[in-house]
């Protein structure tokens, strides 16, 4: 059978609490139809960390470089963690989309709103928990966090939740209960003819 063809260029933009099973999707999605995604890298002002790749992890810049880039509104979002500044460049996008690749993003809410701010083009996935209860015990299971970030992130998921809410922001909702039964749905979404995700 012939690879299915992503038919809408626009990048996908997928948000979601952490702990929702994003990265578990997309990485399906990746490993199901190799050649067809790539993740968007971001530029960060943090300094590598071990093993991390220039251009690959991260495009790593100065301060300097990302201000100026940001100046030029290189930027489709960008934000501060600590010290450090991260974003997605737009050159970014656009090049990996003219390899034929379909850029996927995997940003927080407030990035999400810089997007729509910017009208750069885009298709928006929300992932949801089935429950709250449930986006804990995955947070939990997955064993990643310490009990002081499980609390941040089960308070920023409440965040991420009411901005879901808000009609018109998301093109497509997907409640991650069944693991295969989300991944068959984020699928369909993706490969859908342009006119019926719009
Ligand atoms: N449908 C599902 N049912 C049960 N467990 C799941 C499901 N989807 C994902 N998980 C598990 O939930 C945990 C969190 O998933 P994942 O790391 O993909 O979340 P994420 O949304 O990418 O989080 P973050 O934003 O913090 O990176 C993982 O341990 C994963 O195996």
Redesign the pocket.
Known sequence: MAPAQVRDPRPIVIS??????????YKLLFQRHPDTFTLSVSHTTRGPRPGEQDGVDYHFVTKEAFLDLKAKDGFVESAQFGDNLYGTSKATIEEQTAKGKTVVL?IEVEGVKQIQASGFPARYVF?APPSDEELEK??R??GTEKEDSIQK?LKQAKVELEYSKVPGVHDRIIV????EK?YKELEEFVFAEPASTT
């Open positions: 979601g609490p952490s702990g929702v099973g994003k990265g578990t999707l995997d992932i995955r947070l299971g997955r992130r991650n209960d069944d693991l989300a």
